[in-house]
Each structure stands twice: as C-alpha cells, then as structure tokens.
C-alpha cells in the first residue's frame, strides 16, 4: 500500500517562509513525477509546481521566482520552499505523485493548511 505524508504547513506572516515536504512509503518501484497542488476555499484545486525524477521541474505562474520545488529520489521525498508568502498563497497544500508499484496511478497527501497572515 502507497501513502504520501506531509509535514510543513502553518502560520505566516506576509513576506515569510515556509517549507513543506512529502515522503511517499510502500511497494514502490518508480515516481515519475512528484507536484504540489492548492486549494482555497471556495476555489478549485490548482497546480503550484511539478518536478520529474530527472529533475525538470513546472510552476505555476503565480508563484514562479517565490517558490521552489525539489525531490530527494533516495529518500522518495518532495519538497516545497516558499518564500515571499502572500496572503493569496493562503490554501490547503497537497501532495500528488505518479507512481509505479503494481499498477501506475496517482496519489494524494491528505493536505496540510498553509495560512498567510499578519
């Protein structure tokens, strides 16, 4: 059984810092493509940032140049930097991941809330 686990959520002031991360754990042989996802409420689920195994990594337009995605293939991790938090980047964060084990699907964290505040 695949599970993603996250940690790294909380409150922050506008202009500061957080720094979210994403542990995958079970049968896995492979994980594509590792992302982070958002969702505020009353608002869709929408794309922050995408990174394959090799490296190659998408943003979203509103966060490019403030956050930051990177993966530790070894330890099946994900990470998010964020950086120059506004209050618009206030949302419950999600944890997606393609991964191969006995079948290829993909898979959720169960979120953790990012809140932007003075």
């Known amino acids: 059984q695949v599970q993603l686990v996250e940690s790294g959520g909380g409150l922050v002031q506008p202009g500061g810092s957080l720094r979210l991360s994403c542990a995958a754990s079970?049968?896995?042989?492979?994980?594509?493509?590792m992302g982070w996802y958002r969702q505020a409420p009353g608002n869709q689920r929408e794309l922050v940032a995408t990174?394959?195994?090799?490296?190659?990594?998408n943003y979203a337009d509103s966060v490019k140049g403030r956050f930051t995605i990177s993966r530790d293939n070894a330890k099946n991790t994900v990470y998010l930097q964020m950086n120059g938090l506004k209050s618009e980047d206030t949302a419950v964060y999600y944890c997606n991941a393609i991964i191969t084990a006995l079948t290829i699907r993909a898979y959720w964290g169960q979120g953790t809330q990012v809140t932007v505040s003075s």
């Open positions: 079970g049968s896995i042989v492979s994980i594509p493509v």
């Open positions: 990174i394959t195994s090799p490296g190659n990594t």
